[in-house]
């Protein structure tokens, strides 16, 4: 236990010292190589790390399994390894965040959860509903990554939560939250309206929060049922920010992906300095 706080604190100290643009991760939920590699070339130093979701992973095993001619997988297979290499350019590495909510049988996430490190996973997740026994085994095949478990998706309301899960919203962040705590997991990714509720447990301070709900004020909800902007997260408690459309498809009155994305840091920023002042004047 003592090695896994002191790997904790590491962690956290490492955000602090990047500032706010550690704590901004872009989910690149895109369906082709060549917009990923865009992406990825145009961002890389204005974000802290970068999702690979389930769309962007089936793409990149399409585009080398798929084509008629080897050629064409060969050329792809290049693409996607310069997208990584992209990845780790600059003078640190970008955080890569492997998004597959792993929920199977111990033995199936042990194996998945191998593959996840020799990937080079900063971090990757495991959905809390998986239960205990499963989270464990992916704590204990991790390596030097990190794991976090999703709790209720963003885009549930209350009433489809109680429909699937038998609980309300909270009740299932708790509940999910005490697992992920037991079972050893790094951190937690649940909606920023349940962050300051998580924050006033002190139980859960060891546990990193992750928060995929973040709109700025300047974006649509979408399909988002449970929001806030990033000042809001940030305030509330949060450590990490998962952030796609606002910065992928920036509204054009924002500028291009980088401005948006630049405009998201600087809000973390001014919300990073309000919990400075409060902790100094506390």
Same mark, same amino acid.
């Given at each position: 236990?003592? !090695?896994?706080?002191?790997?904790?604190?590491?962690?956290?100290?490492?955000?602090?010292?990047?500032?706010?643009?550690?704590?901004?991760?872009?989910?690149?939920?895109?369906?082709?190589?060549? &917009? %990923?590699?865009?992406?990825?070339?145009?961002?890389?130093?204005?974000?802290?790390? *970068?999702?690979?979701?389930?769309?962007?992973?089936?793409?990149?095993?399409?585009?080398? !399994? #798929?084509?008629?001619?080897?050629?064409?997988?060969? #050329?792809?297979?290049? #693409?996607? &390894?310069?997208?990584?290499?992209?990845?780790?350019?600059?003078?640190?590495?970008?955080?890569?965040?492997?998004?597959?909510? *792993?929920?199977?049988?111990?033995?199936?996430?042990?194996?998945?959860?191998?593959?996840? /490190?020799?990937?080079? %996973? #900063?971090? *990757?997740? +495991?959905?809390?509903? @998986?239960?205990?026994?499963?989270?464990? @085994?992916?704590?204990?095949?991790?390596?030097?990554?990190?794991?976090?478990?999703?709790?209720?998706?963003?885009?549930?309301?209350?009433?489809?939560?109680?429909? !699937?899960?038998?609980?309300?919203?909270?009740?299932?962040?708790?509940?999910?939250?005490? /697992?992920?705590?037991?079972?050893?997991?790094?951190?937690?990714?649940?909606?920023?309206?349940?962050?300051?509720?998580?924050?006033?447990?002190? $139980?859960?301070?060891?546990?990193?929060?992750?928060?995929?709900?973040?709109?700025?004020?300047?974006? $649509?909800?979408?399909?988002?049922? &449970?929001?806030?902007?990033? /000042?809001?997260? +940030?305030?509330?408690?949060?450590?990490?920010?998962?952030?796609?459309?606002? !910065?992928?498809?920036?509204?054009? $009155?924002?500028?291009?992906?980088?401005? @948006?994305? &630049?405009?998201?840091?600087?809000?973390?920023?001014? %919300?990073?300095?309000?919990?400075?002042?409060?902790?100094?004047?506390?």
């Amino acid at each position: 236990r003592a !090695i896994l706080l002191i790997s904790v604190l590491l962690f956290e100290e490492k955000m602090e010292s990047n500032g706010a643009k550690s704590r901004l991760i872009v989910g690149l939920d895109i369906d082709t190589l060549y &917009r %990923a590699e865009f992406f990825v070339r145009l961002l890389k130093d204005d974000v802290g790390g *970068f999702k690979i979701g389930y769309e962007l992973a089936l793409a990149m095993l399409k585009n080398i !399994i #798929t084509p008629k001619l080897d050629e064409t997988a060969i #050329t792809n297979a290049l #693409t996607i &390894r310069r997208i990584f290499k992209h990845l780790k350019s600059g003078p640190e590495n970008k955080k890569i965040f492997w998004d597959f909510k *792993f929920h199977d049988i111990m033995n199936t996430v042990a194996a998945a959860s191998v593959q996840m /490190t020799d990937l080079g %996973a #900063t971090m *990757f997740s +495991v959905h809390a509903s @998986a239960g205990e026994e499963a989270i464990k @085994a992916a704590v204990k095949n991790r390596k030097d990554s990190k794991v976090f478990g999703v709790t209720v998706l963003t885009s549930f309301d209350n009433e489809k939560c109680v429909s !699937i899960f038998g609980n309300s919203v909270n009740e299932k962040v708790l509940q999910f939250a005490k /697992t992920l705590l037991d079972a050893g997991a790094d951190g937690i990714i649940c909606s920023p309206l349940e962050v300051e509720m998580l924050r006033k447990c002190s $139980e859960f301070d060891r546990l990193r929060i992750a928060t995929p709900g973040s709109r700025p004020s300047w974006y $649509e909800k979408n399909d988002q049922k &449970r929001v806030m902007t990033p /000042t809001q997260a +940030v305030l509330a408690g949060a450590d990490l920010l998962i952030i796609s459309r606002p !910065i992928l498809n920036s509204p054009k $009155e924002i500028g291009n992906p980088a401005d @948006a994305a &630049r405009r998201i840091v600087e809000e973390i920023n001014e %919300a990073l300095a309000i919990l400075k002042e409060r902790k100094s004047s506390a």
